[in-house]
């Protein structure tokens, strides 16, 4: 909350602290808003598109930034006392994730462990279960994990059937999966070896990738129809670049996702950071999304 503070503060913006910190504007705003209800005072005024410190806020400011300094100071400090550290650790993620709440916990991460690299393998279907067996990784997070592993469900993303709106596909409606076929599906390929099919290869034309995001840009090439996450999506949906598919039946699917460690892991103090920092940043997600709901 106060690393929120200080950055609203220095830029007064909440779009621009959003940037800075990598969270939604929605999740700014609901940080700074909860701060004011704890302390029963405001900390901003909008003057205009400005967010302006009150006298209150003027005068906690430079007190806050002397505490947070001191507070990552003091996390420093003690780094030097707890043994050796890791050099480099090994994760792996799904490539369907939201990219900013990877980059969230990196960033949150890399203010304690400053002195630590993170090698992030973009894992997809079997991908993150191969780099476990190889012990390449130790901490992944993907829809399918073995059951060996400390598991912890976090969430679903939702998936969306696409074409542009120039394709064939667009201009019909109440399309049926044997209808479908005859179109070229735009797949992303199995970063693993076990070629695992996820169960919606149905077309006689494919164009398989390594990535959403060079799906998604056949996708709006006219290359073909593919079914990718609703937050990659959502913006070409909303500025007519692209169009959902009018299928019969099944109009929307979801790949609900695990975040697994290994049991001789849980002792590594990095890793378990990492881990608890993604099921945190889970549940505040979930929180944010049920009050927006309400």
Known sequence: ??????????????VKA?????????????SINKMSAMLGQELFVIEGRQSVLTELGKQLLPKVQELHHSALQIEKSAMKFEGELSQEISIAVDVLLPARFVLEVIDRFHLIYPHVSLRVYETALSGASQLLGEGSVSLAIASALPKELKLEPLFEVPMLCVCARDFDLAQRTSITQAELKAFRHVVIRDSGNQDVDSGWRGSYLRLTVTHPSTALNS???GVGFGWLPQHLVQPYLNDGRLVRVDLECEQTRSVKFQLGIKPDQCHNRELRTLFEFFSALCAMAL???????Q
């Open 1 to 14: 909350m106060w690393r929120t503070f200080i950055a609203v503060a220095e830029h007064g913006s909440t």
């Open 18 to 30: 959003a940037e800075q910190l990598h969270k939604s504007q929605s999740a700014i705003s609901h």
């Open 219 to 221: 996708i709006l090439d």
């Open 287 to 293: 929180s944010e999304r049920d009050d927006e709901t």
